[in-house]
């Protein structure tokens, strides 16, 4: 009751009173500020003080700020700016979580992964440096860049000491394996760097450099591959016993994995979700084989990756086919353990002798050997996946209807990209099972949607505004799959206790098949204010349609009703649908009003398109921003319909942000009266607190800096974990800088 009080009262004034997908960049970084051995050597130390302090009890986060500030902080701001990063704004937030006793053992594992990352970055943007280099720069120069790398492998050589980690043999848990030596790996490979500056047979020497910049690079990306599963194993080895330890290693995992995520994330973006979801949750969800095989299909996808390279430039390019396939070979490391477990020694010994005969290949410059090695690898590499348990979708119900709307739907899509768009063509494809799909959602919503997507079909066939008319339909019937997918899953969801599962599963597979039509409209990158507010640019890619995949999945596992927590599971997974494709239809509205103002001034009958464009994908979303701000949605309707001189992009974005904090003020009043009496409906409505503030949050944190988003990234993450536990002084000091930061950010808003 007293967290419901302190809520109540705190929601009872008006909030502007009351009150961390990463991208991490494998890239190949080439210029970094100016640098010294000292200076690198300096940051090494204070990095090793704070290793020390950091095991002190009490952890002094006082003495932990001093030893960070300096040439450490200077050296985390370089590879933050060179690689688009805020790694200071997370050291900085978790010191202020230790300084104020917030669970400091965990904050003190940020603090030491996220150094960890910046020393792995410095060591990857310098040994790149020296390879695109090679050609300009003097032997001297080049040496002095060795110099350094080696200076920030010093800090985190223990980590690439350290014994590999493997999956049981009943692939419940995590083992220790054999060492495989990669400090040593990384340090003969330097003395060959070395041995190559010199340039006594620049060709060769090259080429060399190109094939020990893989060596390096993957023998430490394995080093941190290693470090999440040492941090599983502890997690799984731990929970039932320790819980408090078993929390510090999750967090550990999560940071360790931030540092390798591009690698899995760039061939398998579902499993990377799956990983980040596990790594970042309950101790009680992490499983061990699911983490091992989704690490395994994102690292094939490299070693495929690696060869494609490899044949694109045997034959043409000889030192850039040995670099591929140096790096074949070193992405296909990391994966033998496991392949041996699940395949047998004797699949993993051909592996490694067609992975031998791709490099020789190679450096003989041998087209034929080079595909007769790379099948090879390719079908043990798919022998492989076949044994993983990945994390996929699977469908045992007739969804008949509406595969085939969405076939008629993706039919329409082809018409209309057309040179002439053929009207009569598309109201062919239109009449059937999609038509009457949108009937249906006409009938249980009260809508016109069959109206509207005729009436663009006659214009198209009069020729009146063609261009107008397609995107009408285009946008209106993605409303109609959005309510489709809406109204099953919801359906799912009430109807959980009296329905069999068979009876679940089809409402699901029919959402899913739904989902199908508009995963495009969830795969696009976000779209931000600029710095000046002005208009609107990319931003990053919030990988909606993964996280929306992955809550399909896992909503299905649970109509099994197999487990006590099935029915939250659904719930969770219904809201991971919900807001994401919500977030998704929200970032349409910015794409095109950054059209809009982009081309009022040069091209009208481009930017009223997107107008129209904007117009109909608010449509989608307008009930939930007008919820809570009426006033505000019926501003964004104004502009999205009216002169576009008009159209205001910092306008936009602030009654979008006013809206959703509405949302977010209504479900923490549910938090405040379901804690310690309800709590999945605590946990529940903390999930959608944190999935609505992801909407907001790059803008939040252009608005107050990203330090704040590090701070409420922390407390969401706090929030939820408080649910789990019944913890209500961690819930308090959660709710409290949630609602402060909330605060500040909405006065802020225009």
């Avoid at 902080?73 to 690689?83: C, K, M, Y």
């Avoid at 390879?131 to 001297?140: H, P």
């Avoid at 493997?166 to 692939?171: K, P």
């Avoid at 799909?437 to 079909?457: M, R």
């Amino acid at each position: 009751m007293f967290l419901l009080k302190w809520l109540v009262n705190s929601l009872s004034k008006p909030l502007t009173m009351s009150l961390f997908f990463i991208a991490f960049s494998m890239g190949n970084a080439s210029t970094f500020a100016a640098s010294d051995i000292q200076t690198i050597q300096t940051a090494v130390t204070a990095f090793q003080t704070i290793g020390t302090l950091r095991r002190e009890t009490p952890i002094n986060g006082d003495a932990i700020a001093n030893a960070y500030a300096g040439v450490l902080q200077s050296l985390v701001v370089e590879i933050d700016e060179e690689n688009s990063l805020q790694l200071d704004s997370d050291i900085l937030a978790a010191i202020e979580e230790i300084k104020s006793g917030n669970e400091p053992s965990l904050a003190a594992q940020v603090v030491d992964k996220t150094l960890q990352r910046v020393f792995y970055q410095s060591f990857f943007n310098r040994i790149t440096a020296i390879r695109d280099q090679f050609d300009s720069a003097t032997s001297a120069t080049l040496i002095q860049i060795l110099d350094e790398t080696e200076a920030a492998f010093q800090a985190i050589s223990g980590t690439a000491a350290r014994s590999n980690e493997v999956l049981s043999a009943d692939r419940k848990f995590i083992e220790e394996g054999s060492n495989p030596g990669l400090d040593v790996q990384i340090n003969e490979s330097f003395a060959r760097i070395r041995t190559a500056l010199n340039k006594s047979n620049p060709t060769e020497d090259f080429a060399t450099i190109a094939v020990e910049r893989y060596v390096t690079r993957m023998a430490l990306a394995r080093a941190y591959y290693i470090g999440v599963l040492r941090e599983v194993r502890g997690v799984i080895g731990n929970r039932s016993s320790d819980l408090i330890t078993a929390r510090i290693q999750l967090k550990e995992g999560e940071v360790f994995y931030r540092i390798i995520e591009s690698l899995v994330a760039r061939d398998n973006p579902t499993g990377n979700a799956l990983i980040k979801a596990q790594l970042a949750g309950n101790v009680s969800d992490v499983v061990a084989d699911e983490i091992v095989s989704e690490l395994s299909k994102g690292l094939i996808g490299r070693v495929k990756g690696e060869m494609n390279g490899q044949a694109e430039n045997i034959g043409v390019n000889r030192v850039q086919a040995m670099a591929e396939a140096s790096g074949a070979v070193a992405f296909a490391k990391i994966l033998l353990p496991d392949l041996e477990l699940r395949l047998g020694a004797d699949t993993r010994a051909n592996l490694e002798t067609a992975l031998s005969n791709l490099q020789s290949a190679s450096s003989e410059n041998s087209v034929p050997k080079s595909e007769e090695a790379r099948n090879a690898i390719s079908v043990i590499l798919d022998s492989y996946e076949a044994e993983l348990n990945l994390v996929k979708y699977g469908a045992t119900t007739s969804t008949a209807l509406i595969d085939n709307a969405v076939s008629s739907f993706k039919t329409i899509g082809e018409l209309r990209g057309q040179a002439t768009v053929d009207g009569q063509a598309i109201a062919a494809a239109y009449a059937g099972d999609l038509q009457q799909l949108t009937q249906l959602a006409d009938q249980v919503y009260g809508l016109s949607i069959d109206a509207d997507v005729t009436a663009a079909i006659e214009s198209i066939k009069s020729g009146n505004e063609v261009a107008f008319a397609a995107q009408i339909i285009d946008k209106s019937l993605q409303r109609v799959f959005a309510l489709v997918v809406y109204n099953r899953i919801t359906l799912v969801n009430d109807s959980f206790d009296s329905l069999s599962t068979s009876e679940l599963e089809l409402e699901w597979d029919r959402a899913n098949a739904a989902y199908s039509a508009i995963t495009g409209t969830a795969s696009r990158e976000n779209k931000v204010l600029t710095e000046d507010r002005q208009t609107l640019q990319s931003g990053t890619n919030p990988d909606l349609d993964d996280q929306i995949t992955l809550a399909f999945v896992q909503g299905r596992q649970a109509l099994s009703k197999a487990n006590t927590d099935d029915r939250l599971n659904l719930a969770i997974a219904r809201e991971n649908i919900i807001i994401p494709l919500v977030r998704s239809y929200l970032i349409g509205v910015l794409r095109e009003v950054e059209g809009i103002i982009d081309d009022r001034d040069a091209d009208v009958t481009e930017a009223r398109e997107k107008q129209i464009e904007g117009e109909f994908f608010y449509r989608i979303v307008e009930g939930l921003i007008a919820q809570d701000n009426p006033a505000g949605s019926n501003r964004i309707k104004t502009q999205l319909t009216g002169d576009m001189a008009n159209v205001v992009a910092n306008e936009i974005v602030s009654e979008i942000s006013k809206g959703i904090i509405g949302q977010i003020n209504r479900n923490v009043s549910v938090i405040g009266a379901a804690f310690g009496v309800d709590r999945n409906q605590a946990l529940l409505a903390s999930e959608r607190v944190s999935l609505y503030i992801n909407i907001f949050l790059p803008d939040l944190e252009l608005r107050l800096g990203s330090l704040e988003r590090v701070k409420m990234q922390n407390a969401l993450q706090d929030l939820r974990e408080a649910g789990e536990t019944d913890d209500v002084s961690k819930a308090l000091t959660a709710g409290s800088t949630i609602l402060e930061i909330i605060s500040a950010y909405e006065r802020e808003l225009i």
